[in-house]
């Protein structure tokens, strides 16, 4: 099991090093096709997620390309979404005792989403034009910008998905920022949640730490090798075919 872990973790931070595509919509249809109960693979994902969210947070905190405005009010949205999220389930199974169906069925429908947003990105993402949302002030979009925060939110704490690629949407749509500022804000942002999530799903039981461990261990060589081979890979193609692979797990667990 632990070879497999690993190799999981390399296979996983090689994908994301080369395409950029996010990891949780890779890993936990993973965990749970394998037989890692749902509830434990979604808590397992978040904290893998924050641990290796922090690193590129600090390198684009360095980099200065991290909107902390934007990031403080997507969390003042998103952290509360995440913990309607895991008081849900929680209470949703001790009347209905079916968290499992549950989360299988939202994690289904959630990377159906990712899917179809990722494929947008890749098509339609350079080809967005300025709109009047973009031309508003943060503050003229607050309640806007937290209500994002809360529903997203909320969906990454139920499915562990959509930290990054949910909110990159929703940024590329409503803020005006270059592609660096966006890449380190949604990091940033994707680090406070996750960790949020992942600390209460961490106090709820639902995280294995052995296998968090060995995923990291597996996935840090993964994410160098295949940020190495991103410049000569054709990142298009394969996000377009990743994308696709996230959609047929989708509607396979739903």
Not at 246 to 253: H, P, R
């Amino acid at each position: 099991m632990t070879l497999s872990v690993l190799l999981m973790g390399v296979f996983v931070g090689f994908l994301v090093g080369l395409t950029g595509v996010g990891g949780a919509s890779l890993l936990t249809p993973i965990l749970i096709l394998i037989g890692i109960h749902p509830s434990i693979a979604v808590g397992t994902d978040l904290l893998y997620n924050s641990i290796t969210k922090l690193f590129g947070t600090i390198q684009h905190w360095r980099q200065k390309t991290i909107d902390f405005k934007l990031v403080k009010m997507l969390a003042m949205g998103s952290i509360p979404g995440v913990i309607v999220a895991v008081l849900f389930l929680k209470l949703f199974d001790s009347f209905f005792n079916n968290q499992e169906l549950m989360i299988k069925h939202a994690l289904g429908y959630v990377l159906i989403l990712v899917a179809f947003a990722t494929l947008f990105k890749v098509f339609f993402g350079h080809k967005l034009k300025e709109n009047r949302w973009q031309l508003k002030s943060l503050q003229e979009k607050r309640g806007l910008t937290i209500t994002i925060g809360a529903v997203l939110g909320f969906i990454v704490g139920l499915t562990s998905i959509g930290s990054g690629s949910l909110y990159a949407i929703a940024m590329l749509y409503f803020f005006r920022m270059n592609p660096a500022q966006l890449v380190g804000t949604d990091i940033a942002h994707a680090f406070f949640l996750a960790s949020a999530a992942g600390i209460l799903h961490a106090s709820m039981g639902n995280v294995n730490y052995t296998l968090v461990l060995n995923l990291l261990i597996g996935s840090i060589p993964g994410v160098l090798i295949g940020s190495m081979m991103s410049t000569k890979a054709p990142t298009h193609v394969l996000r377009i075919i990743i994308a696709s692979l996230v959609l047929i797990s989708g509607i396979k667990l739903i």
